[in-house]
């Protein structure tokens, strides 16, 4: 049955057939996870390779990722949603995505979170990694933010966020520049001039005036690279946030905030008796 399935995968994939995939089966993530896989090598090579290591139930076993809706304009406060690598709870669709988005219709403000519905507007996507055995985050209309709950490298570029100012970080030749979108303020500070403390105080390097941002609002330093951590004695009123560029680990305690919904994130244990 495995075999007949993904034959029948790659022939939909191949010709974009618009035909969905069988329900309840945990092998039709597995399957789309590999389907490069599948061009090149044959199927009864790829299912070997699976059944070994045990792909076809990590699915099932693997952890639940719980979201809830701390602060929403659309959806009640407390609301649980339930994450499984196959998909989101109660989905048709077993894909193993789930989307955040809109649609054009209704509510301008409400938020769908779905793993069934077409949505017109998509902001936002969390799947599992069956190899890393991991989640992701994944951006996909520059309108996601994640909060900074520890130091956070910045990499080459950071687009931080706090709730209503915007501030590019750019790591060149070890120079770190700041750049405030709002006002189009540049500053320029070299390693031996760290720590960098950003917020509203007059002691501050970087100045930066809004109704919600901290006397402090958050430091960045170097210590053989550039960070930058909330705060700097303590935490910042609203927080710091950072746009993910790239996919990014969905990690247990995580705070995100997608189109004005913010979610917290718990890693619960998987189905072990699968």
Partial sequence: MKFKWLCCFESDEKSNSNQQTPANKPTDLFARRLSAYLQKNSIESVIKIAESKGYFTESLTAPILSLTVLESSSLASNTNYKVYAYGLQGSKIHEGIVF?????????????????????????????????????????????????????????????????????????????????IETEERFEFAPNQSPVVVGRCENCNVRIFGKNISREQCTVFYDQEWFIRDGKSSSSRNGTWFMPLERCEVTDGMIFNASKTIFSVSLEKGNTNN
């Fill in 100 to 180: 955040f988005g809109k649609n054009t219709q209704g509510n301008d403000e409400e938020i769908i979170i779905s793993s069934d519905s077409p949505l017109e507007e998509k902001f936002l996507s969390i799947f599992y990694d069956l190899l890393l055995k991991k989640y992701f985050i994944k951006d996909l209309c520059f309108g996601t933010f994640i909060k900074i709950l520890s130091e956070k490298s910045i990499g080459s570029s950071l687009l931080i966020s706090f709730v209503d100012r915007r501030m590019m970080l750019t790591i060149k030749e070890k120079v770190l520049i700041v750049f405030l």
